[in-house]
């Protein structure tokens, strides 16, 4: 995520990339820090796109008060952030990998105080939606930070449909690259199930696909992967 983030956020901002890995820091295109005792965050922003696990082994490198904390996190709360890293404004974000391509959902919560600077930097990679509590950016996480594997997996299952039935692979992948990036502005100016009611014609083939996606139990599969990509986010 780190590599994405960054990826996306160099073309508006200067960026500084602090590790504790030197193999890491060598695949940076940006001007890079190898994270030593004392390294000091006074007054700067600092976005933390670490392991959670590793928190309490890099909160002690740290020395100062940072203007602000913007954390990726996941399943870790403000109140833990708080303990370890001393900052003026606190902020939880996450985004995805489409942030490669300034085109991540980012979702953010936090002190309303930094809520403008943290989501103009947010959408330095893609678009951002502020949150009104951190339950919230956990229930964001599943939809949003998940999300990518879960289309991913429709979009590998409608290549292998039409594989199945004859469709040579490259062109599987072709129909469905084109079929996903025409389906983004249709999403944008209409409701899912409008799009699904204007394309499904009665008797057609559509309908006759759909139905198989129902007898399938596709839309309880996709609530309960919500829900158990959730559960995990909030800890």
Known sequence: MAD???SGAVNEYGVKVVARDEKLLSAKNVE???LDDGFDISGKIIL????????ELVSPKLKGRAKAVISVLAGSSID?????IDSEFYVRAMPNLAATYQKSMT?????EEFKNEAIKIAQSFGTALWLSSEKELDIATAVAGSGPAFLALIAESLADGGVKEGLKRDDAY?????LFEGFSPLLNDKHPAIIKDEVMSPGGTTAAGYSALEEGGTRDSMIKAI????ERAKG
């Open 174 to 178: 072709t129909l469905v690259r084109g």
């Open 107 to 111: 979702t953010l919560c936090g002190d």
């Open 48 to 55: 933390l796109a670490i392991k959670p696990y590793a928190l």
């Open 32 to 34: 890079t820090i190898l």
């Open 4 to 6: 994405a983030i960054i």
């Open 80 to 84: 833990s952030i708080k303990k370890e």
């Open 227 to 230: 829900t158990k990509a959730y």
